[in-house]
């Protein structure tokens, strides 16, 4: 498929909590403050949370997680791909690698929300590609302007 490794990740090392925290400056620098959703690291190490990086070799490409709602129904959260790796298939490996999480924990439905403005396309299209649609808020999330969210059933 790729050359990229998923590791299970611990979220201490340099480099991710580096990427996560570009995450977070990105979300905010984009979206509205109520609609800023991403996680920072101490809420990705909590037990309802499994978090993934992907690597090149010795270099960070992305990291992804997923959150189980219910024993059901699980989140994506935490997608990011490094700057040097948008549009080399680093997305899609890490999607596909989460997908794969959730069929194996027996989860029917994988959700997430992304933003509807122009700078999240390129996650909008990689979902879509991927057999997310669009749907109505779920958990704790409330329908707005700004964002959208998306499910898959599994």
């Known amino acids: 498929m790729s050359g990229y490794a998923i590791r299970e990740d611990d979220l201490t090392g340099g480099e991710i909590l580096a990427l996560l925290q570009f995450h977070l400056d990105e979300m905010h620098r984009w979206s509205p403050p109520e ?16 978090f993934f990086s992907a ?3 010795e270099a960070l490409a992305g990291c992804g ?36 999480e959730a069929r194996a924990r027996g989860f029917a439905r994988v959700s997430l929300e992304t933003g509807r403005p122009e700078a999240f396309v390129p996650a909008q299209r990689l979902y ?25 059933e599994l």
């Open 128 to 152: 879509r590609a991927h057999g997310f649609v669009e749907c109505a808020p779920f958990a704790d999330y409330a329908r707005n302007d700004f964002s959208m969210c998306m499910t898959l």
């Open 35 to 50: 609609s800023v959703h991403a996680m920072p690291a101490e809420r990705l190490r909590q037990s309802d949370v499994t």
């Open 65 to 100: 997680a997923i959150k189980r709602l219910d024993p059901r129904h699980g989140e994506i959260k935490a997608m990011r791909v490094a700057p040097a790796y948008r549009g080399k298939g680093a997305g899609r490996v890490i999607l596909l690698h989460l997908l794969g």
């Open 55 to 57: 690597w090149d070799g």
